[in-house]
């Protein structure tokens, strides 16, 4: 999609403003959906990943489903993964499966900085993107705290997981959700999701990880043996905002200061104009009296 100058100017415009607001204002849904991932649960089947590919009619690579204990990526036209850890479990090692895929930010980052208005959050959950709008600059892709976001050569836009938000109007849970055989997944209003999972008692992680994520994982194994990025409870959507807010309130102050400067040189210059004009007029009044 080729975007004039002019018009990309006027949409960096638009999203350095939209930097600006709260991005939950955008919500138009007064409840959010969550998927829950169990990791105790999770045989690395890797079905929700078969499910995903035949619900979105994305192709399928001739190993890629059966490569359980191999290291997998998301990519353009893979949207959802199962990766295996080996981690310590009394005396020997166990291997832990979970699912990965985009984590549906509560305030994403790859929206607030997109400058073509690419990419939006829906209020049930899903952060839903536009192929026809993207214009291939790849902020989001670098923006995103979970590098979730990849770019399609071909297609000339970023794809990812879309939490099947056409099953949703439907009424029907993720397709990885229906086809997960042990329960590992599951999908239901995201305060209902916080309840469970912080009465469960164990390792809880997407609760406030980047500010809050719509993919809350459960695990009786702490996140940072397997490897989940450490992130800190503040969304980095609030901090550029904050940040762009703090740049233009101190451009602001600096004009006012600015202008208050100026104004009074001014007024000491008219002040000084005044008295040179009442100096050289005294002397002609006395001269006039004098005659």
């Known amino acids: 999609m080729?975007?004039?100058?002019?018009?990309?100017?006027?949409?960096?415009?638009?999203?350095?403003?939209?930097?600006?607001?709260?991005?939950?204002?955008?919500?138009?849904?007064?409840?959010?959906?969550?998927?829950?991932?169990?990791?105790?649960?999770?045989?690395?089947?890797?079905?929700c990943t078969v499910a995903c590919k035949e619900w979105n009619h994305l192709p399928t690579g001739?190993?890629?489903?059966?490569?359980?204990?191999?290291?997998?990526?998301?990519?353009?036209?893979?949207?959802?993964?199962?990766?295996?850890?080996?981690?310590?479990?009394?005396?020997?090692?166990?291997?832990?499966?979970?699912?990965?895929?985009?984590?549906?930010?509560?305030?994403?980052?790859?929206?607030?900085?997109?400058?073509?208005?690419?990419?939006?959050?829906?209020?049930?959950?899903?952060?839903?993107?536009?192929?026809?709008?993207?214009?291939?600059?790849?902020?989001?892709?670098?923006?995103?705290?979970?590098?979730?976001?990849?770019?399609?050569?071909?297609?000339?836009?970023?794809?990812?997981?879309?939490?099947?938000?056409?099953?949703?109007?439907?009424?029907?849970?993720?397709?990885?959700?229906?086809?997960?055989p042990t329960g590992a997944l599951d999908f239901d209003l995201r305060s209902r999701i916080v309840r469970r999972v912080l009465a469960d008692g164990r390792h809880v992680y997407g609760l406030q990880e980047a500010g809050g994520t719509s993919v809350i994982y459960v695990s009786s194994i702490p996140f940072e043996e397997l490897g989940f990025p450490r992130l800190s409870p503040e969304t980095p959507a609030r901090f550029s905002s904050n940040l762009l807010a703090k740049f233009f309130m101190i451009g602001l102050a600096g004009l006012v200061i600015a202008s208050a400067l100026y104004g009074a040189y001014r007024l000491f210059l008219r002040r000084v104009e005044a008295k040179s004009r009442s100096a050289s007029t005294k002397p002609l009044e006395r001269r006039m009296t004098i005659l």
């Open 62 to 180: 001739k190993f890629e489903l059966y490569r359980v204990y191999m290291e997998k990526e998301l990519t353009p036209t893979t949207w959802t993964v199962v990766k295996a850890r080996r981690v310590k479990s009394g005396r020997g090692e166990r291997i832990v499966f979970f699912k990965w895929q985009c984590m549906h930010c509560l305030e994403p980052t790859c929206v607030s900085v997109c400058p073509a208005g690419a990419l939006w959050k829906r209020g049930d959950g899903p952060v839903l993107y536009d192929v026809d709008r993207c214009i291939g600059c790849r902020y989001c892709v670098t923006a995103c705290p979970f590098g979730i976001p990849h770019f399609d050569e071909e297609a000339k836009a970023i794809r990812k997981c879309t939490m099947c938000f056409d099953r949703l109007d439907r009424g029907l849970k993720p397709a990885c959700v229906s086809s997960c």
């Open 2 to 47: 080729k975007v004039s100058r002019r018009d990309f100017t006027r949409r960096m415009s638009v999203s350095f403003l939209s930097g600006l607001i709260p991005l939950t204002a955008t919500h138009t849904r007064n409840y959010t959906y969550s998927m829950l991932v169990d990791l105790d649960k999770c045989i690395g089947c890797n079905r």
